[in-house]
């Protein structure tokens, strides 16, 4: 392992221990210092070496293949959490990174979708299935994913234990092992409770013919990590788009993570409460919704103002 593989390898580790990174936020970090370390050493450079010009050349190195701002900025950061945490643990005597300024991140309004379609995607998902199991399973997915704007991960990986007695709140476990409680809508708590009792038969056949050991997830599968995989969440969301006649390019989980924070503010909810419920850890990664709040205010005036008539 070269020297930079083990500066990566050690920084994941005190990540996950300290600050209880996602294996995801990880995984991403680890793929953006690797092709930072591959580009020092094409240079004959290495972390423990790499000066602030390099860092900066490297930014425009990627700038020049065309990646997104976004990317970019996501890059920066990785390669100044490195060097920060290199400077603490007496690695390196200085901070390369420490007067570099990203390029920030664009504010871009999410994708959304409308009521209407949102309502064709549920109902869409109530027949797309090769049999009940799996038509009630997805209904679930989808009426528990718009009520309650989980993240992917989150739903897919819900503990059975998180659902039992038909609850009208969720525990959910998010982003940095933080916990959050969510309220689940009637429709919702209806197809839960569906899927459930078809859930809790095929596991006691399965127990009775075969002797497996029942669940701990909500939504489980045969594969390697015992529940829905979010790749397999994902590729159903676009077959039920497809059902339902939108376009699969318009329609993710995350989407629909959106539409559930879109169309709250735009019945009266605060920025507070999606912040809350959306696990969000900084209220500036809310303020992307308030387009919506504006189109309200806009509305308000129009339609209320005395003068709006002449």
């Known amino acids: 392992m070269s020297h930079d593989h083990n500066w990566i390898s050690r920084y994941a580790e005190a990540q996950a221990a300290e600050l209880g990174a996602a294996e995801n936020t990880r995984l991403s970090y680890g793929r953006d210092l690797l092709g930072f370390s591959e580009w020092l050493a094409k240079r004959g450079s290495a972390f423990e070496q790499a000066q602030r010009a390099d860092v900066e050349g490297y930014l425009i190195d990627c700038e020049a293949e065309g990646l997104a701002q976004s990317t970019r900025a996501r890059r920066l950061s990785s390669i100044k959490q490195l060097f920060r945490f290199a400077f603490e643990e007496g690695w390196r005597s200085d901070n390369p990174t420490l007067q570099i300024r990203g390029p920030g991140r664009t504010k871009r309004l999410p994708k959304t979708l409308s009521e209407e379609e949102v309502s064709q995607l549920l109902e869409a998902a109530r027949g797309l299935g090769r049999n009940a199991f799996e038509r009630v399973r997805n209904t679930c997915l989808i009426e528990v994913l718009y009520a309650t704007g989980m993240r992917a991960s989150e739903l897919v990986e819900l503990p059975i234990s998180a659902v039992r007695g038909d609850p009208r709140m969720l525990l959910v476990r ?13 429709p919702a708590r209806d197809a839960l409770k569906n899927w459930l009792t078809l859930r809790d038969e095929v596991e006691e056949e399965a127990r009775i013919a075969k002797g497996q050991k029942p669940s701990r997830f909500v939504f489980p599968s ?18 039920i788009a497809v059902q339902a006649g939108i376009s699969p390019d318009k329609v993710t989980p995350h989407v629909m993570r959106h539409a559930f924070a879109t169309h709250l503010l735009a019945h009266g909810a605060d920025l507070r409460a999606i912040q809350t419920l959306l696990g969000h850890a900084d209220l500036s990664t809310t303020e992307i919704y308030t387009h919506v709040l504006d189109e309200r205010l806009k509305e308000l005036v129009l339609t209320h103002h005395p003068l709006a008539e002449k």
């Open 174 to 186: 998010g982003k940095g092992n933080k916990e959050r409680m969510v309220p689940l809508s009637p």
């Open 222 to 239: 045969r594969g390697k990590s015992g529940h829905l995989t979010r790749v397999g969440f994902y590729q159903l969301i676009k077959e």
